[in-house]
């Protein structure tokens, strides 16, 4: 229990000092920041708070495994992307849109539909203000920018050195594509080979399919540009390696630096 209440401590002071804050009257259940760049950074997995008079899910009749009833934690996702977003503010000038679960997973799952997502009806306003959050954040950027940058933070434990990515092999990209080509999802001017040329190992590195259980999960189905939204979504799920808590802010230097990169290719650099 100590470290637990050192842990949260330390990522709630973290989130202040980044300006991240909670807000509504979920208490400090749901972290945001409203941006400033077409840029959107979601990371539904990685908090450990409980929910007042929330029980914690069965799952009862719901398959087991990460792709359907799971109850883990992303141990390290909360605090990463903080550290993420921090440095896109210092590499691009302006801050990234921010929606972080600080609550646990065991209550509520952000990344499944709203009948499999959760069990108590108090759970609903939470879950609710997550996806409001977040849906209202995608619909800003299109109407500003005409096309974002949809960023969903995981962590695998499959191979603690690589980054998988999940945009349904290509399809939570479509518009992506269409506007510039296959370059822009695979290859050495896609996000994924931007990580890679500042030395972090990717998954898929060579245009070929994604990883099977880290192909994208409900967020980016949901926000991604094959629904009509201007925003290009990719699940980000981070290996052991680049969670430990000594390696984040290496981690978060290197994604902000290849998002920056990416930004300059295809995203817009002003409203319109």
Do not use: W
Not at 225 to 232: A, Q
């Amino acid at each position: 229990m100590p470290y637990l209440r050192r842990a949260l401590a330390g990522a709630l002071l973290l989130s202040t000092l980044l300006g991240v804050r909670a807000q509504d009257a979920k208490s400090d259940l749901v972290a945001t920041q409203e941006g400033e760049l077409p840029i959107i950074l979601s990371a539904p997995h990685g908090g450990m708070l409980p929910i007042p008079g929330v029980p914690e899910r069965k799952g009862e009749g719901l398959a087991k495994g990460p792709s359907g009833f799971f109850t883990g934690r992303d141990t390290g996702t909360e605090e990463l992307t903080y550290q993420i977003a921090k440095a896109i503010e210092a590499k691009l000038g302006k801050k990234p849109y921010v929606v972080v679960a600080r609550f646990h997973r065991k209550f509520i799952d952000p990344n499944r539909p709203p009948e499999i997502a959760y069990e108590s009806p108090q759970a609903k306003p939470v879950y609710d203000a997550y996806h409001g959050t977040l849906g209202r954040y995608c619909r800003d950027v299109q109407k500003a920018y005409g096309r974002g940058l949809l960023l969903d933070v995981h962590g695998q434990g499959t191979a603690a050195d690589t980054i998988f990515r999940g945009t349904q092999n290509g399809k939570t990209v479509a518009l992506l594509t269409q506007r510039f080509g296959a370059k822009a999802q695979d290859g050495p001017q896609s996000l994924f080979g931007l990580l890679a040329e500042r030395g972090c190992k990717v998954h898929p590195a060579d245009g070929g399919r994604e990883q099977a259980g880290f192909t994208g999960g409900y967020i980016v189905k949901t926000y991604g540009s094959h629904e009509g939204h201007g925003i290009d979504a990719i699940q980000l799920e981070f290996g052991g390696d680049y969670r430990a808590k000594a390696r984040q802010q290496d981690t978060a230097v290197k994604v902000a630096d290849a998002i920056a990169a990416f930004a300059k290719l295809y995203l817009p650099g002003r409203p319109r």
